[in-house]
Structures are given as C-alpha cells and as structure tokens.
C-alpha cells in the first residue's frame, strides 16, 4: 500500500462535543436512560438531562473522529468528514481534531441548529450511557463528500450512527462507491447494536457487498446476524468482508479473514476509568497498523493497546503520547 | 457562628471556562508564555495561541467559582457572583457550578463579548501556565452584587484577580463593606504575586484594614510585602488579619492568627498531574471547615486533603466525592 496516496485514512461521522459527568446507577433508572448504549434525543431532551446532569467536562467526541484523532496521534494521516455548527462548540471540534493533525474542512452549518452534544453518563462500573442530541451533525449531505479525497485514501472510515440521517446516508454511500471505484478499502464500524437493529437489512448488504474491514464488538455482529453465540456469527461473517476485527471487552478481540481467525488478548489496564471511547480507539490502532502494510495480529495488538489507554482515563481520547505505542508492536 | 445565615460562603470572582492542553517547556518559551503564572489576555491574542494548542478539554474554572464548588461539594452552602455571556461557554459555567449545588444567579451579559476563557498549558512537571481571556467576566459591576446575600452569608469571599477590572474592583468594594456592616467575615486571596504587584498598594490597604481571612501562597505574601524570606512576611501580615493562611506546596501551609501559628503538612499524592486549582481547593477545605466552627488546625487539614485531591488529576476541580474528605477532618 505505499501508493501516492494524501492519507492513511479518511473518516465520515458525526461531529460531536462530549460531555461527561458522573452518574450513578439509581440516576439511570430515575430518568429511563438505559445503561451502556446510545440513544438520539431531541433539542428539549438534551436541554432537560442537561439540566439535571452533575457538573461536567466537555470534550470533542465522536465516534469515527475519535478513530481519527487516534490515528493522527499514532502519527498516521487523517481527515474527517462531518458538520459541525458556526458557534463556540463547533469552534471547540474544529479546534482539537486539527489540533492532533486531521484534515477537516467540512464547511460549518450556519444559523439556528448548534453543534452536536452528546451528554455521557459515567457509572462507577466505568461503563457509558450516551445521550446523544445531533443537531448540525445530521444536516451533513453528498455535497460534504470530496471524491478527490476519497480516492487520494488507502481506506475510507465510515460509522454506523451516522445511518440514522438520510442526507448522512447519502454521504456514506457517495464516499463508499467513491472509495471501491478508486479501488481503496472501504471500512466500516457497526456503532451500536440498538444502531444495527434499526438498520440490519441495509447493514447485511453494506457488509456483504461493500464493506472490506468490518469493526463490531460482540454484540454488534450477533444482532446483525440474530444469532445468540459469538461464533456463530464469526461463521457467517467469514468469507463476506477482507477482514473481520471483532472486540470482546475484557476478552480482547478475533480478527477473522478467509479461512483465517487472530484471537489477540486484551491489554491489562490497572484501573478501568472510563470505557467511552474503547471501540473507536481500537479501531485506531487497527487501521494504523494496516495502513503501515502490518500484518492483522499487528493490526490488533495496537488495537488492543490504544483500547486500554483511553480506557484508563476519564474520556474518549488518547491523553498520551501515542508514537510510544505504535513503536511497541 | 451558628447564626441564621443562608450561607457559608459567598464568593465574588471571574466566571471563566477553562481550556486545559498538554504543552511543553519548548512551547512556552517558544510562544512567550510565563510558565507558573496568570496573563490577561484580548481576544485576537486568545484566537491565536487557542490555534497552536494542543487538543484540549473544557471545564468551568474561575478562582472563587473553583472556591465556591468545592464547599458545596464538601456539603457547604455555597454562592457565587460573577458575569459570563449569554453563549454556549456561559451555558456551561452557569450548569457545572449550579450542577455541584452552588446558588448563581448573576444575569448573563447580552450581546458582543464572549464568556471568558482561560488557555491553560500543563507542562509534565504538572505546572500550569495560563492566558486568560477575560470576555464578558470584565463586565461584573457593583449592580450585580446583592448586599442582602452577603449580609446573609457567614463569609464573603473575594479573588485578586478581579482587582484588574475597575467595575469589578467596584463590586468587591460594595461585598466587602456590606459584609462588614453586617457583621460577616471577609476574605481574600491574593491569587497571583504579578496581580500583586499590579495593586499592592491597594492589596495592602485592604489587607491591613478590611480582610478577616487572608489566603495567599509564598511568592504571593512576599510580593505583597517585598521581602525576600517567607519568616519576614509572616512577621508583617501577624495582627493584620484575624487569620492568614499562607500557602507553601509540598511544604503545606502555615496559618497566622494573632501570636499563633499553626504548620499543616502537605498531603501525600502518589503522582502530581496538575497543580491548576490547587490554592483555590485549599482554600474551599479551609473555609468550609471555619464556616463550621473548627478550629484553625482543622481547617488546614480539609484545605490541604482537598488540594491532594484537585492536584492528583487533570482539571481544577474535585472528580471525587469530597464529603468523605470533610467527614475525615
């Protein structure tokens, strides 16, 4: 893959500001939010739970611009696709993902709709609940898709929260077919299994005619193929995308491609923190590695390896010198 | 003290948001920074270095507002008078500082000036360095302070820093005598020794003459006083004040009252990250232990528990939960 290309690796997603509080579980039964995925909400909802959320720390998020920023970081070529608002917010997200080195000049959104929040919940079991209020971020269209860069990257990044906006859709798809006639890889991350569950038929094509490096944790990839064991949805993945990165929590990841299956273990995290963050950041260090020509147990390892730095942390960022970790496999 | 007051505390001071990035010494002298202290800066020199740091994370700051959340968090009443704008930033002050359980109700500024900002660079030796913009925090005037919450208020609490602001010097004036016409204790920090030598003068005039409770840390006190040895500032502020609690990093605090003098160890952190907060925690464990009648050595040792806790993690304020601190003292 040392093509001419301009990037390793070019994402379209939602452009988000996070914004993380403490929560305990009584306050996720109390105000219905259920436990450990994302749910859209409305303007209304955002300004009611904002209201009663305990102080918070704001942060650029997003989960295919985390992706990104953590590739960046490890010192990789990015840019990012996605619609922020003209106001502080949106100044914020331009700010910290040029800030690590990604291209984005998607043009802003002007007037009424702000920037996208999402408002994360952080139980003392370390796990996330996601509210997420879109705003801007679901007014991007096609005409936010430069095929030029599309074909001037090795791989495409694309996020499956984004299929819930029909202009986004359309992104997703101009950049995919822009990708596969430039014969550059096109990736794509499952998001969510309540996500896959409203998507699944338009998912399964996706994935079996489109998609050449899926990403999907377990229960991602057992709702796609409503199935109830982890291996029986390895079995029916195989063979449909190149590759396979499929993350296990606490039992690290299988990367299945062909006849082939990787099982890389997770990494050892003294303190479990905080997991907002832990898919997109192994999808970092996976695509790093790739893009770099490295083999799939490389691709995984660094995976693995960026996964347990965010994790040990408040937040869905890297807060270390990353070039450190992409030196380690 | 026990008296039918609505508050503890009630603190005057700048309503900022922080923006908190990694930097290095390189970068300091590069851009001309002041590593350790406080600059004022306008807007276009904000917009300019915002564009050459790193990524960072937002979170309300502001000395007294920092002050104020930590009592409230330790279980204190708490209120706090400061500006910000009608804009997103403001938005974010106004819930994180109402979210810990501190009354504020200043009207937001409409129109033009943002809500102020504060770049904050953390070198790795956990220093911190910062540019503040002062935005719509400058516009704070004697109208916004109402002398019925003060006189209702066990202690008002004053920042240096707003000394720089004419309308704002004004509203600190109208606190502190109504605090005093209503009997209450006043207190004041000397936030910074080049603030300090801005308006000594003046600092000395209301140290001498209208200040209970004195917080200032080392470089502070001896700017005030322009002396070379920590002892000779100790011996100029005794009988001044009721109370002089002069901070000393990992030397701890000593505090001054009338002939006495207590010495409070520093606490013990496993790894310093960020110094930022560090004196505005001290002094919210001190005057939430005095506004509960304890007496001064008691009062050292929740201001420096809460200062282990603010240094321990990135940001100025606490991540834990302080009232196991105040229980401890």
Not at 13 to 36: C, T
Not at 53 to 70: K, R
Not at 122 to 145: H, W
Not at 222 to 241: I, P
Request: hydrophobic share 45%.
């Amino acid at each position: 893959m040392n093509d001419n290309t301009q990037f390793d690796v070019t994402a379209v997603g939602n452009a988000i500001v996070d914004v993380l509080a403490q929560a305990d579980d009584r306050f996720l039964s109390d105000h219905e939010l259920e436990k450990g995925v994302m749910s859209i909400i409305d303007g209304a909802r955002a300004e009611k739970l904002y209201g009663l959320m305990g102080p918070g720390v704001e942060a650029s998020g997003g989960s295919a611009a985390n992706t990104v920023a953590g590739i960046a970081g490890l010192g990789g070529r990015a840019a990012f696709i996605g619609k922020v608002a003209d106001d502080q917010l949106g100044q914020v997200f331009r700010h910290d993902i040029r800030a690590v080195g990604v291209a984005f000049d998607t043009p802003p959104l002007k007037g009424g709709i702000s920037t996208a929040r999402c408002l994360i919940f952080v139980t003392p079991d370390a796990q996330r609940t996601m509210q997420t209020f879109l705003g801007a971020s679901s007014e991007l269209g096609p005409e936010d898709v430069d095929e030029g860069r599309i074909a001037a990257s090795k791989v495409v990044y694309l996020e499956g929260y984004l299929w819930d906006q029909p202009l986004a859709k359309e992104a997703m798809r101009k950049a995919a077919v822009a990708a596969g006639r430039a014969g550059r890889k096109v990736s794509f991350t499952l998001s969510d299994p309540f996500c896959v569950d409203r998507h699944r038929e338009e998912f399964l094509d996706l994935v079996e005619n489109h998609v050449d490096i899926l990403f999907a944790n377990e229960s991602e990839i057992m709702s796609l193929y409503k199935v109830n064991e982890f291996e029986q949805a390895v079995d029916r993945v195989r063979g449909h995308c190149e590759v396979a990165a499929l993350t296990r929590s606490e039992l690290g990841s299988v990367i299945v491609s062909g006849r082939e299956a990787e099982v890389i273990g997770a990494e050892a995290v003294p303190v479990v923190v905080d997991t907002t963050g832990a898919g997109d950041a192994y999808a970092a260090g996976f695509l790093h590695a790739y893009a770099q020509g490295r083999d799939l147990r490389a691709c995984g390892r660094l995976g693995s390896l960026l996964a347990a730095e965010v994790i040990s942390h408040y937040g869905a960022r890297a807060e270390t010198d990353l070039r450190a970790l992409a030196a380690a496999v």
